[in-house]
């Protein structure tokens, strides 16, 4: 249960490219975005240049066509993360997705599970990804609710020493990562869950840094909705997908509203098709969700589990390699436990937008800055980092390649 | 032509010559369904009488398929308990999810067999369904009412 | 200033197929979406093969590729429709725009000039489309304002002669489309604008069916908002486009909320980036906006007056040989004039159903149904109609398998 | 090495020996900016006397591009009156904006035509900016201030 980094990058066709004057391609931003492989190009392509249709709403060949592949997208992915195959909704973004829950929640009317009064708390972490938190902010604001959080301990853990203060039974739901963007902690979900279930709350789980990484079972983590992006996991831009439990996305109101889901439509009244229409707005994403479905194959193929072996084994070697570098701060854990292949760092007084700049001329690409998630930065007390985040087309040489560029970096910065 | 296999004789003359269209006002229930994707409406009628069927009735309008599709049923069900009723349901919607790969035991839905041809076009069983997902619906109403 | 569809066919790939086996694909439901040419399709290709990054983020190189990729999208749509780059949003698609903009006028506080309350009004028509209507009907519910509307008459042309009592000082919003997406009618917007502003309302306008087939400035226009879809003119699935004017985009309150759109966040509050960044959270739909690019610059190269004049010329024939059918009602404008290449129409007692299916077994491409406009179905007093919608790729030949399929259906149907 | 047209040693000594660093706290406008993409901040005090600049100070933290730019910008308008500085943030906007076309005029931006090389790079083009937009800012609102 194994995979060779050598034959999984001759699937992807970026790495036959070179960077800044002929350098090899070290490419350690795949925490922004991962590369696609062939499979998943050609799937969008195949489906532009012989079945595009609309799906569900003709009566021709194509139609049906484009039906299937979507469909069958959706069957894919609802398997890759162990639900069914209608409590997968397309979206274009894991930022759409949990936005979705969010907005869809705000127009819930009382007497709904889902409506929100200034009695009720949404629940955060100080860990989390702007697109896991603005959203909450903003329902807090509309409806009156308290926004309440866990913190983050020194050691790049949550803390959660205080679970029965923070979750009560006012809680509504507990928005939470399930692997840190910037730190790469994997946060214990299972004490969570439960807490959140005791006192009826609903568990929103940011999955963009899992999903893509490690098997993830919908059914066995408990959560209650889930949302990830296509893009993470190999897959095209502009699809996202949000899971939920199937009685709950009944009972959730829609978000965006127009064409395809719909029951009957007046004037001026409107009721609703059944899940997943209900959430799917417009002429979807056809060519990004059947990519999708082919980036989610590829994956099982290579096996989840193996990718995250990789990962382990790799994340050993680059803290226990880059620790030895001189000035250097990991920000996250030390420990390669509960943790993923992202590992985020300062070194010394040398700006991390300056760092950037000097490996990437190296042909190593890393990224800098609060990585969407400022409240972290500031409560790990640095103003910004660099951060290296690996995948499973990385292995040891793209390690060693980052390690020298950081030298080369102290020595280019100190020359004064 | 494959075009046969989906508009069968029968299906046409059921349309054409619709049974048990226009509304009984005797019922014990009453359902309104509607084909989100096109449009097509139902309403059925259901008089159920100590857990038998003794009428159903309909009105509404849809394509060819959608027609015939709860003519036939109609036929079908008069006269079955609730118990039948579900049972021949139940046949009918394995059939139409079939895609084209079952064909249908005539011991059960009798002449509705001929809608094997419609499972082989995905975009047309939401059709076909519509008024049985009707029945269905008026079936566990009536259950309530009649017990 | 014309072009050969013979030329423009070998373009894209799909017509290389054939339907129903081995007949001849006549592909009708471009109102639907419609077929991509290689550039598009190679567009989207080339971005993830070689230069796939998250724009606006990293200081590496494939970052900035990305990134020049990705604004230079944003350019080509906006000089496509006669606007300024800063006011070219890239959503997910139409519905997604129109969405956008009913959430955030519901997301004013007082004090904005979007903020609605009771005493305001909300203007749309009996001929939108779904995605213009609904999204409407919520904003009227969220904030009690009234939903008004101007009928269609049954020469299928909108009934302006209460301009002066529907729009009203009351009235914030009308939201009207350019082109009916089942009549063919084009909306006379010069009377509805000057109306309008005359009362301080925004003119929203649905140009998912303008944008493709003719030429759109929206200066010209004088309208606020414009929505339109990548993915029916010739541009990928997943991608819509937003444009508004300056000064409403900066006044306007965000919409999605996440990454990338904001300017300072706290666990409690977030500022906004400056437009187009606030109204665009999250990784965007990178391959999808350059695709799009791709598209605009190949309609450009065609020349819309051309392929305007095209659709004209097609429509003409369309109405001259569909009339001369016996039982057929066409349900639209019977003039070539101020109508788009849509030709929805009844064929005596044959359901629209069971003529798309018959057609379609010619390998003719039409769609059936309410097109996502059962309110003007109903106003109309058809159930469901039979739509062909033209385009570019779309000749004489193609009128002339379509009227023979139904001839075809006729008799086939007429069997008993 | 492209990279040295970006890092050129005048950026470098100005990055670590930044000039008017420190807030005087005499200002007829102070202004804070954020370059949102990485969380730089610099925060500008700016004195206005009779339409000329007497003084800017400025503090924040931020990458060796920002940095060095505020300093030299400081040393730059120092002295000079509100439309001499006006000419030469247009210069510098123009420079950035050459996406590595234009060598930058020595006589209007003196030391600061280095950053022409910084134009090539369009990640850092916002870094040179952020302290010449804050300025920007605050010498619009001194001008309110001083008339
Ligand atoms: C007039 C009109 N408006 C809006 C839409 C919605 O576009 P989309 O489904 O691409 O969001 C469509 C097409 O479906 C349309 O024809
Ligand atoms: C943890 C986490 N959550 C949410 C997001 C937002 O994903 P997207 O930008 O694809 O919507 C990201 C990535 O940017 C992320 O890393």
């Given at each position: ?12 066709p970026?790495f ?5 004057d ?17 499979v ?61 829950v ?24 100080e ?27 020194q ?15 006012n809680?509504?739901v507990?928005?939470?990562t399930?692997?840190?963007?910037v730190?790469?902690?994997?946060n ?7 807490r959140?279930?005791e006192?009826?709350a609903?568990?929103?789980l ?9 098997s ?12 990830f992006?296509?893009h ?33 439509v ?14 799917e ?11 999708l ?54 070194l010394?007084?040398?700006?991390p ?12 690409a ?16 640095v103003p ?27 020595k ?5 | 032509?494959?075009?046969d296999?989906?508009y ?5 003359d ?64 008069t ?6 009723a ?14 084209g790969t079952?064909?249908g ?10 809608f ?5 076009f995905?975009?047309?069983v939401k059709?076909?369904?519509?008024g ?10 009536s ?5």
């Amino acid at each position: 249960m194994s995979f060779s980094v050598a034959e999984v990058r001759k699937d992807f066709p970026i790495f036959e490219r070179t960077i800044r004057d002929g350098k090899r391609l070290v490419y350690l931003d795949s925490g922004a975005t991962a590369q696609k492989p062939w499979v998943v190009i050609n799937a969008e392509s195949d489906f532009y240049s012989k079945h595009n249709a609309a799906v569900h709403r003709g009566a021709h060949q194509l139609a049906e066509e484009a039906t299937d592949a979507y469909e069958g997208a959706r069957e894919i992915v609802a398997k890759f993360i162990g639900g069914q195959e209608s409590e997968v909704i397309f979206t274009k973004s894991a930022t759409e997705s949990i936005n979705l829950v969010a907005y869809a929640m705000g127009n819930a009317l009382s007497g709904n599970r889902f409506a929100l009064s200034a009695s009720d708390s949404i629940v955060v972490t100080e860990m989390e990804h702007h697109a896991n938190l603005i959203p909450w902010q903003q329902l807090a604001a509309r409806t009156g609710a308290q926004l309440k959080w866990f913190n983050v301990t020194q050691d790049s853990r949550l803390d959660l020493s205080n679970i029965d203060q923070v979750i009560t039974a006012n809680t509504k739901v507990v928005a939470v990562t399930h692997q840190s963007n910037v730190l790469g902690t994997i946060n214990p979900l299972e004490a969570i869950v439960k807490r959140a279930h005791e006192v009826g709350a609903v568990v929103v789980l940011d999955a963009c840094q899992s999903v893509p990484h490690m098997s993830v079972n919908v059914v066995e983590l408990d959560v209650d909705f889930l949302a990830f992006s296509g893009h993470k996991a190999v897959g095209p831009t502009g699809v996202g997908v949000l899971w939920g439990k199937a009685e709950l996305l009944d009972e959730l109101p829609p978000f965006l509203t127009g064409g395809s889901m719909i029951e009957n439509v007046t004037m001026t009244t409107a009721t609703w098709a059944p899940v997943p229409q209900k959430f799917e707005a417009g002429v979807p994403n056809m060519a990004q969700a059947v990519g999708l479905g082919a980036a989610c194959k590829y994956l099982s193929e290579l096996g989840m589990d193996a990718v995250r072996e990789h990962e382990i084994a790799l994340t050993g070697y680059a803290l226990e390699k880059m620790s030895s570098i001189d000035g250097i701060r990991i920000v996250g854990p030390l420990e390669n436990v509960a943790r993923g292949a992202t590992v985020s760092f300062t070194l010394a007084e040398i700006h991390p937008h300056d760092i950037g700049q000097y490996v990437d001329s190296q042909g190593v690409a890393v990224r800098t800055g609060h990585h969407c998630a400022w409240p972290l930065a500031r409560a790990m007390n640095v103003p910004a980092t660099t951060r290296a985040s690996f995948y499973l087309y990385n292995d040891e040489r793209d390690v060693d390649a980052l390690v020298e560029a950081l030298l080369g970096a102290q020595k280019y910065f100190g020359r004064f | 032509m494959e075009l046969d296999s989906l508009y069968q004789e029968v299906i046409l003359d059921h349309y054409k010559h619709p049974q048990h269209k226009g509304l009984n006002p005797v019922y014990t229930a009453q359902v309104s369904h509607v084909n989100t994707s096109c449009g097509d409406e139902i309403t059925l009628n259901l008089n159920v009488e100590n857990n038998v069927i003794t009428s159903i009735t309909w009105d509404g309008q849809g394509c060819s398929i959608s027609q015939a599709s709860v003519s036939m049923l109609s036929d079908l069900v008069t006269d079955k308990t609730l118990e039948q009723a579900d049972a021949i349901v139940k046949s009918f919607s394995e059939l139409m999810a079939s895609k084209g790969t079952a064909a249908g035991d005539p011991e059960v839905l009798e002449d509705a067999v001929v809608f094997a041809g419609v499972s082989k076009f995905p975009g047309r069983v939401k059709c076909a369904l519509l008024g049985w997902m009707a029945f269905k619906d008026a079936a566990i109403q009536s259950q309530g009412e009649s017990k």
